[in-house]
């Protein structure tokens, strides 16, 4: 198989000014940040520059001074930074924050079935009762395996698995093997029955993620390990002629979307070199979507269960979004470490 080809040089200057980028947006404390800053953390251990942990730091000391909003599934994927604040610094405001929300997660949030998180967001308003959403793999079911790690809590680390196989079981459809956005366990259907591209991202990426956490004696690696098996090669058949994925992934009336096309190369790139003909491809797609001040084009705007293919087919892709930025951050990321592995 064909080594990568990029220019490290190039890539390490494209992560600065994607970061730059990303600093001058606001956010609250939610998931655009959350996601946005789960990159910048995955570019400060690709680089190890100091500036982006400045920034983490300054950011969250700043709202941290506020005290913690009222908590939701998407709210705790600020989570994500702070734990690698905490290992970096060694603060132990940042470990006190995690703990919080880890024990929310547990204890707290609203569930259905056996444990598994109801998707929850910060609006008042905006309620799912019983559904289960991919996007909670990526704010909760990774933040859990990562916490429990962290703090040697081997129940929180069981709970963040409950949440992967949970969600594998109501979201992967047996026969493509691609994931659908959502589950309604009160109409027991998938709602629009859509394989949202973002929705497939958060899948990969979060299961790519949490192998690097799971013993392989454990028989919950391979129950994962074969999801995502089946999911790439379902995912890589279905890449366009871009090297981007639509946003229906196997629609190819639907646009190209940046965030799930990332999310999903970035998840590519764990697989060794087994992919590396469609992890190139993509490499050319991906950078070409990126602008001179840092933004990252084309990416889909905050997009619910829609009612059907042209809900997700509309979605406006013109402005900014942190999640671009973040799971951008993690792809180049894991371009820059890819040289320093040897498969």
């Not at 444990?115 to 967001?121: A, C, E, K, L, S």
């Not at 909670?136 to 395996?145: H, Y």
């Given at each position: 198989m064909a080594k990568l080809h990029f220019d490290e040089t190039e890539i390490t200057k494209l992560i600065d000014r994607v970061v730059k980028r990303t600093f001058e947006m606001d956010f609250n404390w939610d998931w655009p940040g959350g996601v946005a800053f789960y990159g910048v953390a995955c570019a400060y251990e690709a680089t190890e520059k100091q500036d982006y942990i400045d920034l983490l730091k300054a950011w969250v000391d700043e709202k941290l001074e506020d005290g913690l909003p009222r908590l939701?599934?998407?709210?705790?994927?600020?989570g994500h930074c702070l734990i690698t604040l905490y290992t970096?610094?060694?603060?132990e405001k940042y470990l006190d924050v995690i703990k919080e929300m880890a024990d929310y997660l547990h204890?707290?949030?609203?569930?259905?079935?056996?444990?598994?998180?109801?998707?929850?967001?910060?609006?008042?308003k905006d309620v799912f009762p019983e559904q289960?959403?991919?996007?909670?793999?990526?704010?909760?079911?990774?933040?859990?395996?990562?916490?429990?790690r962290l703090l040697e809590r081997e129940d929180y680390f069981k709970d963040g698995l409950k949440q992967y196989h949970g969600h594998e079981d109501f979201l992967q459809d047996p026969v493509t093997n691609l994931y659908y956005h959502g589950w309604d366990n009160i109409a027991q259907n998938h709602m629009s029955s859509i394989y949202w591209a973002r929705g497939n991202g958060w899948a990969a990426l979060t299961m790519a993620k949490a192998l690097g956490l799971i013993e392989v004696q454990d028989p919950s690696y391979m129950i994962i390990d074969g999801s995502l098996r089946d999911q790439l090669s379902a995912l890589v058949r279905l890449q366009g002629e871009t090297g981007l994925w639509h946003t229906i992934v196997d629609d190819p009336t639907s646009y190209y979307e940046i965030s799930g096309s990332v999310a999903i190369a970035a998840a590519l790139m764990t697989r060794g070199s087994l992919y590396n003909k469609y992890i190139q491809k993509a490499i050319d797609g991906i950078l070409n979507e990126i602008e001179e001040d840092g933004k990252v084009s084309k990416v889909s705007a905050g997009t619910a269960v829609m009612n059907d293919a042209d809900g997700y087919k509309n979605v406006p892709f013109k402005r900014i979004q942190g999640w671009g930025q973040g799971l951008t951050l993690v792809f180049l990321a894991e371009l820059l470490k890819s040289r320093k592995q040897v498969f």
């Open positions: 939701s599934i998407n709210g705790v994927s600020i970096v610094t060694g603060d204890n707290e949030a609203h569930r259905f079935a056996d444990g598994i998180f109801q998707h929850t967001v910060n609006s008042v289960a959403w991919v996007d909670t793999m990526m704010m909760a079911g990774l933040f859990l395996l990562r916490v429990g």
